[in-house]
């Protein structure tokens, strides 16, 4: 059974980093072509992308961050990771981690989200 | 950046309905297109991947087809559990980018 759960500090300042942690089970990381997203949404909007880990460490992220965006995953605790430095209100949203399910049709490597954590609310105020 | 025109924005449909929500990318995306549903206060659920593909435990009533550039997904016979925002997101090109999101509602 795969579950993923993600961890946060609930409320921070501007121009903090937000330090998110993403806990799961059920997959390991370590595993070719399995890989963690994270995606957050501000509250009443849309979805929004923000990076990926695959098993083997390759890491994308989204460019609209401007480089304040660090992805990494510790595979012997089943825990995948976010930091967001300087943060300011724009960052307020709920922040989801998601697990990346690889499949091979007509030998074409496609990949989607599959399993997602319940999300956990940030607030940036001062 | 591929950009997602997703429409429409919101429908109104009744029980049985077929219903079909498109999403345009701005350029082509391959079949790495798949299809979400988030309930309020609830995390985004896979419904379709890699286009075509109904992903495990969804509805047959749901599908996904792509007629040229342009991607659909279909639900035939429109139940209550239906209701909910869906979304579209291409894994083609980083960064990877969600559809604006489409708001079904029962008549």
């Known amino acids: 059974q795969v579950t993923l759960k993600e961890s946060g500090p609930g409320i921070l300042q501007p121009s903090q980093t937000l330090s998110l942690t993403c806990t799961f089970s059920g997959f390991s990381l370590s595993t070719y072509g399995m890989g963690v997203g994270w995606i957050r949404q501000p509250s009443g909007k849309g979805l929004e992308w923000l990076a990926n880990i695959w098993w083997d460490d390759d890491k994308y992220y989204n460019p609209s961050l401007k480089n304040r965006l660090t992805i990494s995953k510790d595979t012997s605790n089943n825990q995948a990771f976010l930091k967001i430095t300087n943060v300011d209100t724009a960052d307020t949203a709920t922040y989801y981690c998601a697990r990346i399910a690889p499949i091979t049709i007509a030998a074409t490597y496609y990949w989607y989200f599959d399993f997602w954590g319940p999300g956990t609310m940030v607030t940036v105020s001062s | 950046d591929i950009q997602m025109t997703q429409s429409p924005a919101s429908l109104s449909a009744s029980l049985e309905e077929i219903v079909t929500i498109t999403c345009q990318p701005s350029q082509d995306i391959g079949n790495y297109l798949s299809w979400y549903q988030q309930k309020p206060g609830k995390s985004p659920q896979l419904l379709i991947h890699?286009?075509?593909s109904l992903a495990d435990g969804v509805p047959s009533r749901f599908s996904g087809s792509r007629s040229g550039t342009q991607y659909s997904l279909k639900i035939n016979r429109l139940q209550v559990e239906d209701t909910g925002i869906y979304y579209c997101?291409?894994?083609?090109?980083?960064?990877?980018?969600f559809g604006a999101g489409t708001k079904l509602e029962l008549k």
């Open positions: 997101l291409q894994g083609y090109s980083a960064p990877y980018t």
């Open positions: 890699s286009a075509t």
